[in-house]
């Protein structure tokens, strides 16, 4: 598996932007696909982004034009900058991996998990 460290998180007042940033190390030289999933307390994990070795890309309809995603497969490093931020966007974000060029928005896809960074978003 693959060990997962995210960082970044913070409190911004609505229409600003942050930065999350995940380093992974474990087994760096396979070829694997990432995502960003969040949680807001009460609701489900949802899906984000995701972003497979060769840099294809894709986005949570809700987001999409906000946030983007990217890798740096020699740094082991996963981008999320998120512009236009919104009280919805207020959650836990998570950084997840796995082996394999698939892109899926599924937690179920995903075999390696970060703890976690907190984003709250205010009005």
Excluded: H
């Excluded at 995502?35 to 987001?63: C, D, H, L, M």
């Excluded at 512009?83 to 919805?88: A, G, Q, R, S, Y």
């Amino acid at each position: 598996q693959v060990q997962l460290v995210e960082s970044g998180g913070g409190s911004v007042q609505a229409g600003g932007s942050l930065r999350l940033s995940c380093v992974a190390s474990g087994y760096t030289n396979s070829k694997y696909s990432m995502a960003w999933f969040r949680q807001a307390p009460g609701k489900e994990r949802e899906g984000v982004a995701a972003i497979n070795y060769f840099g294809t890309t894709y986005y949570a309809e809700s987001v999409k034009g906000r946030f983007t995603i990217a890798r740096d497969n020699a740094k082991n490093t996963l981008s999320l900058q998120m512009d236009n931020l919104e009280p919805e966007d207020t959650a836990m974000y998570y950084c997840a991996a796995d082996e394999g060029l698939r892109l899926s928005l599924l937690a179920t896809a995903y075999g390696s998990w970060g703890q976690g960074t907190q984003v709250t978003i205010s009005s």
